[in-house]
């Protein structure tokens, strides 16, 4: 490279390095590709494996909706689910950087269970039983409860 002026000029050697981008990351897959959670009970975080450079994380449809959290960075799916789902609902994740996305996302098929509800107000007729400790009590009892007891 020479710059120059009424004043005189410069030369210098400039040298420049064009570098292939990576390929699109491939085998993505996660931890847990079938999880099934609880609502309200904090996950697990379920990560993501890859093979490559990952710039970017997306997922379809949002966990919004259930309460999940994803990172878009990492790509962990973690949080407490807020809803539960109807049965196996499928997402999809892909994983891209500057030469592409990857060969196959991963599919999850998440499963959020409701919260069961422990039963209230529970008690016991033992009628006129007498129970004694280390005699077990074989009268058969009536349960009576506000919910139901599974």
């Known amino acids: 490279m020479t710059a120059s002026n009424s004043h005189g000029g ?28 609880d609502e309200g009970v904090e996950i697990t975080p379920n990560v993501p494996s890859y093979t490559g450079t990952v710039d ?10 259930i309460g999940l959290d994803f990172d878009p960075i990492t790509g962990v799916i973690s949080g407490t689910p807020t809803l ?5 609902v499928p997402f999809t994740v892909t994983a891209s950087n500057i030469s592409g996305a990857s060969d196959l996302p991963a599919i999850l098929l ?8 422990p ?7 033992f009628g006129d ?15 009576n409860s506000s919910h139901a007891v599974i």
């Open 56 to 65: 970017l994380f997306e997922i379809d449809p949002s966990l919004d909706a």
């Open 110 to 117: 998440i499963t959020v269970h409701p919260a069961t509800e």
């Open 119 to 125: 039963p209230g107000n529970l008690t016991y007729d």
């Open 84 to 88: 539960p789902t109807s049965g196996l």
């Open 10 to 37: 410069v030369s210098e050697l400039l040298s420049i390095t064009v570098e292939a981008p990576p390929p699109p990351p491939s085998d993505l897959t996660y931890s847990d590709p079938t999880p099934k959670y």
């Open 129 to 143: 039983s007498e129970l004694c400790v280390g005699h077990p009590h074989r009268k058969s009892t009536r349960l």
